[in-house]
C-alpha cells in the first residue's frame, strides 16, 4: 500500500492550498465548496497530496504552539539557504536556522505564514 495523503484542519483551506502552491510547487488537485472548503493539493511528483479542510466538528489545532519536532511537512531542496530565503519573503517564518546532520543532511525548519511547521531537507544520500 502506498500513502494517498495526509489530512490538516485549518482555518483557510482555499488560502492555504493557494499559498503551497505558489511557493511550494504544489498543485491544487481538487478543491470543494462551503462549508469545509475541502482542497486536496498534490506534490511536484504527483507521489503525496495533503487534504486541507475546515470541519467545525473539531477544533483547528495552534499549530503555532506545537513544536516542529512533534509535528512537520518535509520538502527536498537542493539549495536551503535560497529555497529559505524565498519563503520567509512569501510570508514563511524561521523556526531556527539551518543545521547540518551528523549524516550530512542540511536542515532548515520554517513555518507557513499560518503557523504549520514546514521542514526544508537536503539529504547527504537520497533516501527515496
Known amino acids: 500500500m502506498k500513502i494517498e495523503h495526509l489530512a490538516m484542519n485549518v482555518k483557510d483551506p482555499l ?3 493557494k499559498w503551497y502552491a505558489e511557493n511550494l510547487s504544489m498543485r491544487i488537485v481538487r478543491q470543494g465548496g462551503a462549508p469545509t472548503y475541502t482542497t486536496f493539493i498534490a506534490d511536484e511528483g504527483n507521489h503525496v497530496m ?3 479542510y475546515n470541519n467545525s466538528i473539531a477544533p483547528v489545532p495552534d499549530y503555532r ?7 512537520h511537512m518535509a520538502f527536498t531542496s537542493q539549495n536551503l539557504q ?4 524565498r519563503l520567509l519573503a512569501a510570508g514563511a ?11 550530512g543532511d542540511q536542515l532548515a525548519m520554517l513555518r507557513d505564514p499560518w503557523g504549520f511547521a514546514i521542514q526544508l531537507a537536503k539529504r547527504n544520500k537520497p533516501m527515496i
Open 93 to 103: 517564518t524561521p523556526a531556527g536556522e539551518i543545521s547540518t546532520t551528523p549524516a
Open 82 to 85: 535560497a529555497d529559505r530565503d
Open 65 to 71: 504552539a506545537m513544536d516542529p519536532l512533534i509535528l
Open 50 to 52: 495533503v487534504e486541507l
Open 15 to 17: 488560502a492555504v492550498a
